[in-house]
């Protein structure tokens, strides 16, 4: 009878020999993740002001995508893009169109299919954060003469942007992980490398477990970077709260720089309440 050891199924050293590995795959996942997020965020805000100003056109043409992009599956995205893209390209080659189909890198139907289906989170994470903002204050922005190019740049986009950032950074982490699907396009990230190195030697759990290590260490790093762009662009709540972030100012310190902004912005709430 023979009888298996715990590192016969499991082996911690494997976990620790497998990590460099994959990590030399690091930065084709963040350039997908990255070029994604510009994707996401430029789409995302044309969908966002639609849906908030009610543009008619826009308005039904954004929601049916928003229903399409979020009611199928990302994996089933990405196969609709690495399939269909070079197919429509070659419907326009047949039109005159001189397109080399097969010099597009496969990373670009990645980004764009991954960016597509993230930015239908982040219009609604982009189109909330402009509600949010109190119509009361754009009213006593008004009733002190300022335009709305100036309100736009020192009320709504402020505020916006504040209550907008958590649900960004959540998109942008979701990306990272989900740059894992692109390996079923080719992409060699870090994924498609684990699947690599484990058909060497068979030891596939370890390799999930050393990408689990590095999705969660990247994870937590964006999270501490984003924590410290949310509390540099807080907006102080109270004029106490502004007075302290001047003292810290005055003493070299650095404060939200979002400070002058919400001083002018409690100068027109005061204003309004007194009137």
Same mark, same amino acid.
């Not at 997908?32 to 994604?36: F, N, Q, Y």
């Not at 039904?60 to 929601?63: K, L």
């Not at 505020?159 to 950032?165: D, I, K, Q, V, W």
């Not at 924590?227 to 540099?232: A, G, M, P, S």
């Given at each position: 009878m023979i009888v298996l050891s715990f590192s016969d199924y499991f082996s911690f050293e494997i976990v620790w020999?497998?990590?460099p590995e994959l990590i030399k795959k690091i930065p084709i996942t963040l350039e997908?993740?990255? @070029?994604?997020f510009l994707v996401s965020l430029f789409v995302g805000l044309l969908i966002a002001v639609a849906r908030y100003k009610k543009i008619k056109v826009l308005n039904?043409?954004?929601?049916g995508f928003l229903s399409i992009v979020r009611g199928t599956p990302m994996l089933i995205q990405l196969y609709v893009a690495y399939y269909g893209i070079p197919a429509i390209l070659r419907i326009f080659n047949s039109w005159g169109a001189d397109i080399n189909v097969n010099l597009i890198p496969k990373i670009v139907y990645a980004f764009i299919s991954l960016g597509l289906y993230q930015s239908a989170f982040t219009s609604e994470t982009i189109r909330a954060a402009l509600e949010s903002v109190d119509k009361g204050e754009i009213e006593a922005a008004y009733a002190m003469g300022m335009t709305y190019g100036q309100i736009l740049k020192r009320i709504i986009i402020p505020?916006?942007?504040?209550?907008? @950032?958590p649900g960004i950074d959540n998109s942008i982490i979701g990306l990272v992980k989900g740059t894992s699907l692109a390996s079923t396009c080719g992409i060699i990230e870090i994924t498609y490398q684990n699947q690599i190195l484990a058909g060497r030697d068979y030891r596939y759990l370890e390799g999930y477990v050393a990408l689990a290590v590095i999705y969660w260490v990247i994870t937590v790093i964006l999270e501490r970077i984003f924590?410290?762009?949310?509390?540099?662009t807080k907006i102080p709540e109270s004029p106490a709260d502004i007075n302290a972030s001047k003292d810290k100012a005055?003493?070299?310190q650095k404060a939200p720089v979002l400070v002058n902004i919400e001083r002018q912005r409690h100068g027109?709430?005061?204003h309004k309440k007194l009137a």
């Open positions: 020999e497998r990590i997908l993740a990255g @070029l994604a039904p043409i954004a929601t505020e916006a942007l504040e209550n907008a @950032l924590k410290l762009v949310e509390k540099r005055k003493r070299g027109y709430i005061n």
